[in-house]
T-cell receptor
Framework: AQSVTQLDSQVPVFEEAPVELRCNYS??????LFWYVQYPNQGLQLLLK??????LVESINGFEAEFNKSQTSFHLRKPSVHISDTAEYFC???????????FGTGTRLQVTL | ETGVTQSPTHLIKTRGQQVTLRCSSQ?????VSWYQQALGQGPQFIFQ???????GRGNFPPRFSGLQFPNYSSELNVNALELDDSALYLC??????????????FGEGSRLTVL
């Protein structure tokens, strides 16, 4: 069995400030890790993923996440947020060889001026 | 290239009724997964279909059933609707099976309200 914990349900931040959204997972086998973003009234969009190799992965819009196996974490960071980053962010894990993604409960990022 | 499309976008049913939700997968994808997202929660895996066969199922009762067609589109059927079935139902398509690292592409969902 696997699980994902997103420690913060809401994160308010001012525009141009840095942000970190926390994600911890548990699994007895090797996993793939993902961050998805959901804008209001929309489906999920893949933000970035860790499959293997370099533990630091980056997205095209400035987000990055680092896979830390010893701490079983995959925190999402951005050095300077924009109003348009306001959305719900979901961390997800999939065991290698399994068919399902297990999602966390989400973190609402609210960026204000 | 068309993305994942779902229909209907919104619907209202009453307890005990049955509902069918539809999903057209992205071009070139042969795998479809369905997720239920209750309000304020993360998506929960219902099941996955690969080449018309169920290829994994989450912790949902048998009244949740599905189909995948030869063109890889899919349906989710829910019988004997309960109030707790009210949720956003998300369809995701991908290429390959659980052994692959294929990215999931999600549709915008069908929002079901059960009264």
């Amino acid at each position: 069995a696997q699980s994902v914990t997103q420690l913060d349900s809401q994160v308010p931040v001012f525009e141009e400030a840095p942000v970190e959204l926390r994600c911890n997972y548990s699994s007895s086998v090797s996993v793939y890790l993902f961050w998805y973003v959901q804008y209001p009234n929309q489906g999920l969009q893949l933000l970035l993923k860790y499959l293997s190799g370099s533990t630091l992965v980056e997205s095209i819009n400035g987000f990055e996440a680092e896979f830390n196996k010893s701490q079983t974490s995959f925190h999402l960071r951005k050095p300077s947020v924009h109003i348009s980053d306001t959305a719900e962010y979901f961390c997800a894990v999939r065991s290698r060889g399994a068919s399902k993604l297990t999602f966390g409960t989400g973190t609402r990022l609210q960026v204000t001026l | 290239e068309t993305g994942v499309t779902q229909s209907p976008t919104h619907l209202i049913k009453t307890r005990g009724q049955q509902v069918t939700l539809r999903c057209s997968s992205q071009s070139g994808h042969n795998t479809v997964s369905w997720y239920q997202q209750a309000l304020g929660q993360g998506p929960q895996f219902i099941f996955q279909y690969y080449r018309e066969e169920e290829n994994g199922r989450g912790n949902f009762p048998p009244r949740f059933s599905g189909l995948q067609f030869p063109n890889y589109s899919s349906e989710l059927n829910v019988n004997a609707l309960e109030l707790d079935d009210s949720a956003l139902y998300l369809c995701a398509s991908s290429s390959g099976t659980s052994g692959s690292t294929g990215e999931l592409f999600f549709g915008e969902g069908s929002r079901l309200t059960v009264l």
